[in-house]
């Protein structure tokens, strides 16, 4: 089952914040953070484990509440060189290994 | 250290034909993943590869097919090509610790035109 991101897309000014949420319908043991850029390769920004951990990348962070399924990065300050679009990939409790991805929430940071 | 390579990087087909894309992991990974990322769409999960296993697939047809080699690298083989096919495939790869974070790296693609 793949999982469910939110917005589809935001469009910023340099040096404001944006959140973007992922949510499963399953248990989850694992969340994962991409982002790719266009007509790049997804590049991966962190992982979150079961433990409702947060995690932060320079002014990047997410976190991961484990008992809603779902999990948030937090784009804070933004810079251009956030553009891109963001991908959280999730990892069952019944599949470990199996990481599914959702659709995706494009991101445009303008000047 | 190189990272996950793919080849070719771009490749042409008619409807019908097959094509076979190729991927050599990070070296140490055992693991290896294949995506298909239609234009303007998300990565959908095709295949994974650990030791020279199938572990599991997506929900595409069985003209969509691989194998792993006992040097970890892998291929990707898609048979019948189909106009839909025409999309960028990734191939991924990880250390394969599952119990630990899993975390898979991307190479850059192999784009598949289908005309």
């Known amino acids: 089952q793949q999982p469910v991101q939110s917005p589809q897309a935001v469009i910023l000014r340099e040096g404001e914040d944006a959140v973007i949420n992922c949510s499963s319908s399953?248990?989850?043991?694992?969340v994962h953070w991409y982002r790719q850029k266009h007509g790049e390769a997804p590049v991966f920004l962190m992982i979150l484990l079961k433990g409702g951990e947060q995690k932060g990348h320079e002014k990047i962070s997410a976190s991961f509440n484990e008992k809603k399924q779902q999990s948030s990065l937090y784009l804070t300050a933004s810079q251009l060189s956030y553009s891109g679009t963001y991908f959280c990939g999730t990892e069952s409790d019944d599949s470990w290994g199996k990481l599914q991805f959702g659709a995706g929430t494009q991101v445009v940071v303008t000047p | 250290e190189a990272g996950v390579t793919q080849s070719p990087t771009h490749l042409i087909k008619t409807r019908g034909q097959q094509a076979t894309l190729r991927c050599s992991p990070i070296s140490g990974h055992t693991s290896v993943y294949w995506y298909q990322q239609a234009l303007g769409l998300g990565l959908q999960f095709l295949l994974w590869?650990?030791?020279?296993?199938?572990?599991n697939r997506g929900n595409f047809p069985p003209r969509f097919s691989g194998r792993q080699f006992p040097n970890y690298s892998s291929e990707l083989n898609v048979n019948a090509l189909e106009l839909e096919d025409s999309a960028l495939y990734l191939c991924a790869s990880s250390l394969g610790q599952f119990d630990s974070g899993n975390t898979i790296y991307f190479g850059e693609g192999s784009w598949l035109t289908v005309v």
């Open positions: 590869y650990d030791e020279g296993e199938e572990r």
């Open positions: 399953k248990a989850l043991y694992s």
